[in-house]
């Protein structure tokens, strides 16, 4: 639900980020399911689009996270 909203529009992707959302987001990126990580990996791809939430990637140390999860060895090619 959250990859729909964040993929909407700018005003629900800057909305779900108001509301603190990429801490989670990423957390579950580094430990959630296969199907969960291609989910959550969509959201995060949506909301780093707006140059304004794209800072706090770093600021919640999702660099090494969003590498980690796209490796061939993270299980799942669509991450």
Known sequence: MVSLL???SNASRRAIFDEGTLGPLLHLL??????LKER????IQAMIADPACAWALSAYGGVSILIAASCPSSGSPAV
């Not at 580094?30 to 199907?35: A, K, M, N, W």
Request: charged share 10%; proline share 0%.
């Open 6 to 8: 964040a993929s909407a």
């Open 30 to 35: 580094d430990s959630g399911s296969l199907v």
């Open 40 to 43: 959550v990996a969509a959201a």
